[in-house]
């Protein structure tokens, strides 16, 4: 028996009065695929039958001998580790960097040495509020985290895609982390922002304001990772082989162009694809279009930020980039998807203390906490200060020291040397390694930042009060369409806080940030605009900076962006075939859609269709289009996800290619011709515009 593995085992009933079938094998029988790995338990012993547990006779009891079921299920139960305490929701891939322009006269650092040099990262990017199963499209600020694996060691540069942030201080880190989570008490909301506990802190730390803006904005709501900024957010230190040094912002820009989804169409798509941000990277990854970024540097002398009305040091204030210009340096691609989710993206460790030689910290009071709080939170997360020879996180150059031990030591050092200095090899042993004064990390001898550096003291320098000035500069650097998208969305989070006293006081804060600003959300809120709130310092009135708005660049390219082509019974093939050539010569993706996926007949054959109509709104696409035969139009207008598409589309602002057809079906539904609505030939060049001044007509604007 055992040899043959019959599938099923007769089993004879009480008295032998019935007869049973039970499956012992399993689904495959006793298939055997000598070609195929064998399925072993955890110590390579071979395993006969994954199918069934060891029991005491068919209908018996399992028994505690089945070790192999004991190690399987125990295995399973310890498969989840904590998620992350922000940030928990991810997606990465790695790449390679690429230096464009090297600096050495700026920074020793080996990766900016050389044009051409190639640097292995991973980067993962993340929401920051919700749980590692939330949704990809809440409102939320972005994590832009690259691993740098330099010869020289990792360096990690864990951004964000705003280049401000919420607090001045780590010690608030906490509180705000808290505030925004779900609530103590109740467990919700998930991956949301708009509540009691966030906005009652937000409106008690005015310099939470600036940035506050910045959520506010469709930065928040990003089209998928690959159209976002990164920004490093605080000012570093460039360093180069002489021992002079500079100061410098990193800032990642995207080779495709920034671009937002609208709030709405955000919404729609959380329920539509809530793995929308992470299916995007995935797929343009794995078909090739790999999306890459140039990273850029702000470089500035000390005795230039001493001159500023903002200190450098405060994480809630940039440096406009029309005081001081970014400088391309070098290119990240990101060209292969993680082979494994859990091994790779979800033990991923990034540190901002991970460093090299050539690039240094500052005292910014917020850097320097985080200078703490990532290795100790790697601890809790993945369970041993080992977890830095984990495959992900391992450097990719040597590493070699006296650590010893610990949980989950992987490595088996050699040699009786775990101390420093030693005389061993006096004995004929070997040392292990030594430190090199010459080329190994040198903390900067820091000069005048900061100035008081002899005084221990729980202070801010007085820079860090002035709240409200870049909080404005970034209002009044949007376009009309920003504008009011900021309002509106302060009017949606303020609506769902039921502290009455919280959104008055909100009120005084963004009545002091822009008064236009304050009247539009308190219209919005249908409040009078309380006088704005006290500054504990003036406001100094910046240039405006239109490299702070998104629509300020024009109209995108269609590369990377992705098109839904409707069609349905007896749609032109031919028709369709141009219009998916035209899109996809130009680097777009065109992606077909129908109500059914199985295949449709069009004039010429049968098609099958990428997309169920159902299942791909039009929130999906940047732009869609419509090759439709006037036959199929009675079938399609009784459809409600039909009329969907177009209705969402249109309010979305996005362009719609339609055939005669369709034109007839928008029209009646009463849906108006405007520029945005284009024929089939002019749609692929208008396809990735958006038409805005359509938004007032469909949408009540705070
Ligand atoms: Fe943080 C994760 C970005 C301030 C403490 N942070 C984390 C991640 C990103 C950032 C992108 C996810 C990394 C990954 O993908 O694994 N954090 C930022 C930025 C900040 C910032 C841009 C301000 C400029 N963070 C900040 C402060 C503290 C932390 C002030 C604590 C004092 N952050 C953490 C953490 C996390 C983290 C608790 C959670 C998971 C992790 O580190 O690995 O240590």
């Not at 790697?378 to 984990?390: I, Y």
């Not at 009786?416 to 430190?435: F, I, Q, V």
Request: charged fraction near 20%.
């Amino acid at each position: 028996m055992a040899d043959t593995h019959p599938s099923y085992e007769t089993a004879t009933g009480d008295a032998g009065e019935t007869h049973q079938q039970v499956p012992v094998n399993g689904p495959h029988g006793n298939q055997r695929d000598a070609a195929r790995s064998h399925l072993t338990t955890n110590q390579g012993l071979r395993i006969s039958d994954n199918q069934n547990s060891l029991k005491a006779g068919a209908r018996g009891p399992t028994l505690l001998e089945d070790f192999v079921l004991r190690e399987k299920i125990f295995h399973f139960d310890h498969e989840r580790i904590p998620e992350r305490i922000v940030h928990a929701r991810g997606s990465a891939a790695h790449g390679v960097f690429e230096c464009t322009h090297a600096i050495p006269e700026l920074t020793s650092a080996g990766l900016f040495a050389a044009i051409g040099k190639q640097t292995p990262v991973f980067v993962r990017f993340s929401t920051v509020a919700g749980g590692a199963g939330s949704v990809d499209t809440p409102r939320d600020v972005r994590g832009f985290a690259v691993k740098f694996y330099t010869e020289e060691g990792n360096w990690d540069l864990v951004g964000n895609n705003i280049p401000v942030f919420f607090i001045q201080d780590a010690i608030k880190f906490p509180d705000l982390v808290h505030a925004v989570k779900m609530e103590a008490d109740k467990g919700y909301p998930q991956a949301a922002s708009a509540h009691d506990t966030f906005w009652d802190f937000v409106s008690l730390m005015p310099e939470s304001i600036h940035m506050v803006l910045w959520q506010m904005s469709d930065r928040t709501i990003p089209r998928s990772p690959r159209f976002m900024e990164g920004f490093g957010i605080h000012t570093f230190r460039l360093v180069n082989a002489e021992g002079a040094s500079k100061l410098v912002k990193f800032h990642w820009k995207p080779v495709l162009g920034l671009q937002s989804t609208t709030w709405d169409e955000a919404v729609k798509i959380a329920g539509a694809d809530p793995d929308y941000h992470r299916r995007d990277l995935y797929e343009a990854i794995d078909t090739g279009a790999f999306p890459a970024w140039d990273l850029g540097v702000q470089v500035f002398e000390e005795s230039w930020a001493q001159e500023q009305p903002f200190d450098v040091l405060d994480a809630t204030k940039l440096i406009p980039e029309e005081l001081v210009p970014v400088r391309i340096i070098g290119r990240m691609t990101l060209n292969r998807n993680p082979d494994n989710f859990f091994a790779e993206t979800e033990q991923s460790a990034f540190c901002p203390a991970n460093i090299v030689p050539g690039i240094d910290f500052t005292p910014d009071p917020l850097l320097q906490g985080r200078l703490f709080s990532y290795l100790d939170t790697q601890k809790s997360r993945l369970g041993t200060a080992n977890f830095h020879q984990l495959p992900i996180n391992a450097p990719k150059c040597p590493m070699r020291n006296f650590q010893r031990d610990g949980m989950m030591q992987m490595e088996i050092p050699k040699g009786r040397a775990n101390y420093e200095p030693n005389s061993l090899n006096e004995a004929g042993e070997p040392t292990g390694p030594r430190e090199c004064p010459a080329t190994g990390f040198t903390t900067f001898a820091r000069g005048m930042l900061p100035n008081n550096s002899d005084q221990h003291l729980r202070a801010r320098p007085a820079l860090f009060a002035d709240h409200y000035s870049q909080a404005r500069l970034f209002y009044r650097s949007q376009t009309p369409v920003e504008q009011a998208h900021l309002a509106s969305a302060f009017v949606f989070e303020l609506s769902k806080v039921g502290l009455e006293h919280v959104r008055h006081r909100m009120l005084t804060v963004l009545g002091a940030v822009d008064e236009d600003l304050g009247r539009r959300v308190a219209g919005g809120l249908a409040m009078e605009l309380p006088p704005p709130a006290d500054m504990a310092a003036p406001v100094v009135e910046m240039a405006p900076s239109p490299a702070l708005s998104i629509l300020s660049h024009g109209q995108p390219p269609i590369e990377g962006r992705k098109i839904g082509i409707l069609f349905a019974e007896g749609s032109s093939l031919k028709a369709i075939e141009a219009m998916k050539t035209a899109i996809e010569s130009k680097g777009g993706k065109a992606v077909l859609i129908a109500q059914k996926v199985g295949g449709i007949p069009v004039d010429d054959g049968m098609l099958k269709a990428e997309g169920q109509l159902m299942g791909s709104p039009s929130a999906l696409f940047d732009a869609v289009a419509s090759i439709i035969h006037p036959d199929a139009l009675d079938h399609l207008r009784s459809d409600h996800a039909v009329h969907a598409w177009f209705a969402d589309a249109y309010a979305h602002c996005k362009t719609i290619g339609a055939c005669p057809a369709t034109l007839r079906l928008l029209e009646e539904w009463g849906i108006a011709r405007d520029d945005g609505i284009a024929s089939l030939e002019e749609f692929p060049d208008l396809a990735p515009a958006r038409h805005w001044d359509r938004e007032g007509k469909v949408r009540l604007l705070a």
